[in-house]
């Protein structure tokens, strides 16, 4: 008995994704999660029979959870109707440095954070789409309910301290403004900022948290029918723990995207790193990556790996009303969360696995060719349609004036920065202005795109055409889009 109780020790701690995060045992609780092999065998009188006191009983999975002196869980565990006992236990998590950094709060001085710039965020919003009407739970330690930049949809704690789902921590308050801090001049702004954001409270002030209360909260986000499970956290010690996956199983089929991270635990000599719930099949497991585009040295990695995001030096909001910069997978999350509720928006009537492939499928290779278990499929960027691809242009003049000529009249308005624009090769813009400089009204149109400072030699750069409207108002049918490399 002695034995299992220890394999149980690790099997049910759950850590935040931060930066270089250790975890260590606080408490070992009396209380366990008996599991059947449906709901038909849930006996809670039996459990009361055999000394067991029946503490909740779960919705959508066939579990109790079960308050039982080690005596008493043997006999439990010994009754014909119970498939499987895991002990439910207590662990702290010892938070990363941070980085404070002084507070925005003049209306002209709202920071776009670089991960939110990274993902192409800005050109979704530029097409409508700010994630209006997509529901987010954070499954985390709350989400500040005073703060000017998030607003807070709804909630629930499942802390036993208190019913408010307020953060007293600051790490859900962190993931919730990358999620979806408004766009109102102040402060950040997240990936997607109208999106509805609700807090789901199973992390407490002191970082410490069991399984049960992660059960209870995924549960709840299926009943509440949310769009979207972003969980910046994962189990202690690789465990693969069996009651936290069958509740993700049924999130999943119940089509809710669930969001997970690859882990902290880059730097282990394992062959693969990647944490559950990220390794679970149902979830999507994000990677970090640096404002250079390399994967983040803390970054899990492994066959689960399924996309990256930006996770190192991130600046998003604190549970007081200030900002602050902090680095981890948990931090890569919640710009894949915000990212798949601009294209739920977009995608209205796509289920969980068309958004999931559209995810996929939108993102920017890195590393090796192809998928690989670093970077997963690559770095995640905006859904913006179907682009026709021009050749590549190799030594470029770094003063290159591009001339792009149409074959019938272009509107004057939509000769704009918004819809010429150029970036680099880490999705900086470049500063350029388009001109329309001949207009032929029967015949054609040209176009020039001026650069306002030299491109930087050896660079490559990607023009960008979008949303280019005849004199009319027709829309051109095309979107087109062109890398050209500096030379040297």
Do not use: C
């Amino acid at each position: 008995m002695k034995k299992l109780i220890v394999l149980f020790i690790a099997s049910s701690l759950i850590v935040f994704g931060g930066f270089s995060s250790e975890t260590k045992a606080e408490e070992i609780t009396d209380k366990y999660i008996v599991y059947y092999a449906d709901a038909e065998q849930v006996n809670a009188k039996r459990i009361t029979e055999l000394g067991g006191e029946v503490q909740h009983a779960y919705t959508y999975i066939p579990a109790l959870l079960v308050n039982a002196s080690a005596e008493e869980i043997e006999a439990i565990r010994s009754d014909a109707s119970v498939m499987h006992v895991e002990l439910d236990s207590k662990a702290q998590v010892v938070l990363p440095i941070r980085s404070p950094m002084e507070r925005l709060v003049k209306s002209a001085d709202q920071y776009m954070p670089w991960g939110v710039q990274r993902v192409q965020a800005p050109q979704m919003w530029q097409r409508g789409y700010t994630g209006k009407g997509v529901k987010v739970a954070v499954l985390d330690t709350g989400i500040a309910l005073n703060h000017e930049d998030l607003t807070v949809s709804g909630g629930i704690s499942y802390v036993p301290y208190t019913q408010s789902y307020a953060d007293d921590h600051d790490h859900g308050t962190h993931v919730a403004g990358i999620i979806g801090a408004k766009d109102n001049s102040v402060g950040v702004v997240g990936v997607a900022p109208d999106a509805e954001l609700y807090a789901v409270k199973v992390l407490d002030s002191d970082n410490s948290f069991i399984t049960s209360n992660v059960i209870k909260g995924i549960e709840w986000s299926i009943a509440n029918d949310m769009d979207i499970l972003n969980m910046s956290l994962y189990t202690y010690n690789y465990y693969d723990d069996y009651g936290l996956h069958e509740v993700l199983k049924v999130a999943h089929n119940k089509g809710l995207l669930l969001v997970g991270i690859t882990g902290n635990s880059g730097t282990d000599n394992r062959p693969n790193t990647v944490t559950y719930p990220g390794k679970y099949p149902e979830v999507i497991a994000v990677g970090a990556t640096d404002a250079s585009n390399w994967v983040s040295e803390f970054s899990s990695f492994g066959a689960e790996a399924e996309v990256s995001a930006p996770g190192e030096a991130i600046y998003s909001t604190l549970k007081d009303g200030t900002y602050e910069i902090m680095s981890g997978t948990s931090m890569a999350a919640p710009h894949v969360s915000g990212m798949l509720a601009l294209m739920k928006e977009k995608y209205p009537n796509y289920s969980s696995t068309q958004l999931r492939n559209a995810l996929k499928n939108n993102t920017k290779d890195l590393g090796v060719k192809g998928w690989d278990p670093y970077y997963g499929q690559g770095l995640i960027q905006g859904d913006l349609g179907h682009y026709k691809i021009w050749p590549a242009k190799q030594n470029v003049s770094d003063e290159k004036v591009w001339s792009i000529t149409y074959n019938r009249p272009v509107d004057s308005e939509s000769v704009i920065e918004e819809n010429f624009y150029v970036t680099d090769s880490l999705g900086y813009r470049h500063d350029v202005f388009p001109m329309l400089v001949e207009s032929n009204q029967m015949e054609y149109t040209i176009v020039q795109v001026h650069t306002w400072e030299p491109y930087q030699r050896g660079e490559t750069y990607t023009l960008w055409i979008e949303d280019v409207r005849s004199e009319d108002g027709t829309k051109l049918k095309e979107n087109v889009k062109m890398e050209f490399t500096i030379q040297q």
